[in-house]
């Protein structure tokens, strides 16, 4: 890889390159679409990236203060149950034996999150065997099963009844998504499962880790290629002039900014991330803890040494953490996610069959899918792209 940190040498750049294929954007999908794309079909990329470093969201380095490897968009963890992406991924990063765990801070009182067994017999004082869950919240749950729930609130309910979804996940979803949960769609809750056992685990998939040298070592290695140019600080609306009219284009930006907002724009959800280093050795005890209540603003406090126990870092004087605040999004704040409902859906649509009759573009990655994927999701997509559009 040669990464330039501005856009001077990008004509002469593209003047020396045979047929390239311009990404725009170096989050997981345009970096793995890259690779693919060099180390698979031997083409030349050229790799335009707005913000100073590459990875996107995922993208994570050592603070200089306290050597602790701080995540710059929120804690991301590697997950999946697809053998396909785990071993493409593993390919480019060793991943630690971290399992993600997640406690929630609900009325005073700590829990495990997501809700199981665990949190159950923690909230109702109870010895509950997993046999007896069903029963114990069926009085609760019952006049919401049956029927497709019709909103986020509605699914919460059925799944685990009136009590735990107001001590649990009303608060939480209010300020998270910055409307009524009657207001979201169900599927936005069936990320987490819930357990009549005592597994405690955030994700269910079988395949989880923290890459040992970070993020930015992962990208370091998927982008380590002779074949691939990277742009830093290069906002492609500021160079377009100089991309050939016929160049292929993979573009993992707004779909809606490239038309020129020409039909409105797509709605989001922003975030505010306030870091704060503190002298104590550990101050939460676990990477995560999650604010339940609707007068927290934060929905929740990141601490990332915890990411990392095989690190001598970890045992360090010091800590860093960040403050998660869900923040409205206005037309130029960072998009983070996306507000799936039929307006958005179907002006998204509008955006994408447009595009798509460009010859050579392509959209892809979360901003230009306008999904809610997480990674892996982005590595299988960008696979997917390039063993239907450019596998020889
Ligand atoms: P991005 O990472 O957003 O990359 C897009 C890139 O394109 C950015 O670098 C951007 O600067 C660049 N770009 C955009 N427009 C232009 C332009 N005009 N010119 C040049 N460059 C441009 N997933 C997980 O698997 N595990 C987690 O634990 C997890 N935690 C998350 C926590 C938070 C708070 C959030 C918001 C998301 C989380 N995710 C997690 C999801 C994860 O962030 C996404 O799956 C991932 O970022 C998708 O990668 P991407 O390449 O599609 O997009
Ligand atoms: N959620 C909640 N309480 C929690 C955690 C999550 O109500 O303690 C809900 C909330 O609506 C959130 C959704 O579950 O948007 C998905 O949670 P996840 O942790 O997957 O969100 P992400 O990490 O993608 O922000």
Known sequence: MTTFADSSRL?????????PVIVVGSGIFGSVLAERLAGGAGRDVVVLERRAHIGGNSYSEIDPETGIEVHRYGSHIFHTKSEKVWNYISRFARFNTYRHKVLTTSGGRVYTMPISLMTINAFFGKCLRPDEVGAF????????????????????????????????IRGYTAKQWGRDPKEL??????????????????????????????????????????????????DYFDVRRLIPETAEVVWTGMADRLLGYKYGHLEWRSLRFEYERLETEDYQGTAVMNYADEDVPWTRIHEFKHYHPERDAFTSAG??????????????????YPIGNDRNRALYRRYADEIALRPGWHLG?????YQYWDMDRAVEKALELYETSFQP
């Open 319 to 336: 800590t860093v953490l960040c403050k998660e605040f869900p923040a409205a999004w206005k037309p130029g704040d960072e998009a983070y």
């Open 137 to 168: 919240l069926a009085a609760s749950t019952e006049n919401f099963r049956g029927g497709e729930p019709a909103n986020l609130e509605e699914k919460a309910i059925s799944l685990i009844g009136e009590d735990l979804y107001r001590a649990f």
């Open 11 to 19: 004509a002469s750049t593209l003047e020396g390159c045979r047929r």
């Open 185 to 234: 769609p169900a599927e936005i809750i069936t990320r987490l499962p819930v357990r009549h056992n005592y597994n405690t685990d955030y994700f269910n998939d079988p395949h989880q880790g923290i890459p040992l040298d970070g993020y930015g070592g992962l990208f370091e290695k998927l982008l380590d290629h002779d074949n691939i140019r990277v742009f830093l600080n290069t």
């Open 365 to 369: 990655g979360r901003l230009g899918a």
